[in-house]
């Protein structure tokens, strides 16, 4: 079946540094890609998403590219805020037919310090 | 805001017994999808519905049962409450079945607590 895999945290960094959050999945098929955030007491929110190999989603700084031959969907961005801290979930829809629910990690709680 | 809208947001209750959660969709959407976050097992899809009927099913128990009515909104009935059934529950909606980038759009949740 469907999975994906990411590292779940927490991860805690400055204000400004570097942010990757791994994502691997394993899909039959050509699946969708998704990175959805959580801030605290709220639902989730789309990030981003990519819909084949090779594609790069984008959206506030933070970008990930679908990496057929890796399995996988990393996200980054270059200079992290407080306001990023949140819980980061990677997912994959299968692709077609799409009358399938969200597979989604479990996870990754971000944590920005000043 | 999302546009999907759920109710309770809050529902304490009994092992034993019988809820309701309701769901709006966005307007227009005719995709409605349910999910569980737990601690322990993250989040889980349960069931989906395209106006007006099941189309997918996940990880959803049997004491567990969902409906799409003719406006759209959805239910889901959970019974037999255990403490294990304590988690968050999640309607998204979508604007079409087919397309698997269809953008799911999440409520803000109902989080239930059985004691």
């Known amino acids: 079946g469907n999975s994906v895999t990411q590292m779940e945290g927490p991860v805690t960094l400055s204000e400004e540094a570097f942010l990757t959050i791994n994502c691997t999945y394993t899909a039959t098929g050509y699946p969708s890609l998704f990175w959805y955030v959580q801030y605290p007491g709220e639902g989730l929110q789309l990030l981003l998403k990519a819909t084949k190999a090779d594609d790069k989603g984008s959206n506030k700084g933070f970008e990930a590219t679908y990496r057929k031959e890796t399995t996988s969907f990393h996200l980054e961005k270059g200079s992290v805020q407080v306001s990023d801290s949140a819980v980061y979930f990677c997912?994959?829809?299968?692709?077609?037919?799409?009358?399938?629910?969200?597979?989604f990690g479990k996870g990754t709680h971000l944590i920005i310090q000043p | 805001d999302s546009g999907v809208t759920q109710t309770p947001k809050h529902l304490i209750t009994a092992t034993g017994q019988r809820v309701t959660l309701r769901c709006s969709p966005r307007s227009g959407d005719l995709s409605v999808y349910w999910y569980q976050q737990s601690l322990d097992q993250g989040l889980q899809f349960l069931i989906q519905y395209y106006n007006g009927e099941e189309r997918a099913k996940g990880n959803i128990l049997e004491r567990f049962s969902a409906q799409q009515f003719p406006d759209l909104h959805s239910e889901l009935n959970l019974s037999s409450l255990e403490l294990g059934d304590s988690a968050l529950y999640f309607c998204?909606?979508?604007?079409?079945?087919?397309?698997?980038?269809?953008?799911?759009?999440f409520g803000p949740g109902t989080r239930l607590t059985v004691l």
């Open positions: 998204a909606s979508s604007p079409r079945l087919k397309g698997a980038a269809d953008t799911q759009y």
């Open positions: 997912a994959l829809s299968k692709s077609g037919g799409g009358a399938d629910g969200l597979t």
